[in-house]
């Protein structure tokens, strides 16, 4: 009686291999919920070009007129110039209250209690009133001769006084800002660098405020755009090219506020989303090498300079792999 032989079974590896194709799990309430957001959305988009109350065509008409354009620049230019200062005025305070002068501490604690404390909207009518107040301005010794005098009118336009204003105001709550971000960087830091013999200023400038950056940047361009809107309050001063005193203007002119009022949101709302864009570029180069935003294709939390290295294989993925047991 003669047997065949059996042939043994595959290997495992021999096996072809079966892939699974699992379902995706439905999800009804995200695409309701989308739904009804589009229907209400696009509600909201009827309701505004129907209605012939809104006279988009007086909008049309002033949002390119050269009054209304002119005065955007000069709030674009109230915007900056007064962030500029306040951001001056925010990391010297800021270093000042880190001093170990008690001066120093109480200058700039005093300068933080009062503009604090006080409405932006009284603060710029004191600086309108600046030459009511004081007609000639001079400097010199207390009490002594004066050296240099010269008529409050000719140096403190209502330009002046609105940049002054909103800067030195803007400058108190930056400075609590710019506070936290020096706080937020490791003390070793510091040490180290004054270890190697650099001085406070270079230590400053070169170690902690790069650091420091990526804590105070988001807050500051979310002030950066407050402040924007900020400027509608010069006409204490009183400024009258601003974006919102113009429009406002035009619209006691003609009647037709809704329009008016139109204009100044939709040029508000394009610097802003203008603003914002510049904000994300600003944290997105301060962010690099503290998270994945700068990656190309490579691991996480580690720069593009990082991984350019790795990918060359000119190095070890880890120093420490021959000797890690």
Known sequence: MTTTPQTPPPAASDQPVKLNHPKPVPRPGTWISATIVAILGAMLVHALVTNEKFHWETVW???????????????????????LIGIVLAVTTAVMRQSSNPVLRGVSLAYLWFFRGTPIYTQLVFWGALSALYQYLSLGVPFGPELLTFRTTTVFTPF????????????????????????????????????????????????????????????????????????????????????????????????????????AA????????????????????????????????????????????????????????????
């Open 266 to 325: 939709l040029w508000y709302i394009i610097i802003t989303s203008l603003l914002m864009v510049g904000q994300h570029f600003i944290e997105r180069y301060y962010g690099r090498g503290f998270d994945g935003s700068t990656q190309t294709g490579g691991r996480r939390g580690m720069s593009a300079r990082q991984q350019a290295i790795l990918d060359s294989h000119t190095t070890k993925d880890s120093p420490f792999l021959e000797v890690t047991p």
């Open 61 to 83: 008409f002033f949002f390119r007129e050269v009054h209304v354009v002119r005065a955007v620049g000069w709030t674009l230019l109230l915007t900056f110039l007064a962030m």
């Open 160 to 263: 002046v006084a609105a940049v002054l204003g909103l800067g030195i105001n803007e400058g108190a709550y930056l400075s609590e800002i710019v506070r936290s971000g020096l706080a937020s960087v490791d003390p070793g830091q510091t040490e180290a660098a004054g270890a190697l013999g650099m001085s406070k200023g270079q230590i400053l400038r070169r170690i902690v405020l790069p650091q420091a950056m990526r804590v105070i940047v988001p807050p500051t361009g979310n002030e950066t755009i407050s402040m924007l809107k900020t400027t509608s309050l010069v006409l204490a001063v009183p400024f009258t090219l601003d974006l919102t005193f113009v429009t406002n203007s035009y619209a006691s002119y003609t009647y037709q506020t809704i329009p008016l009022l139109i204009v």
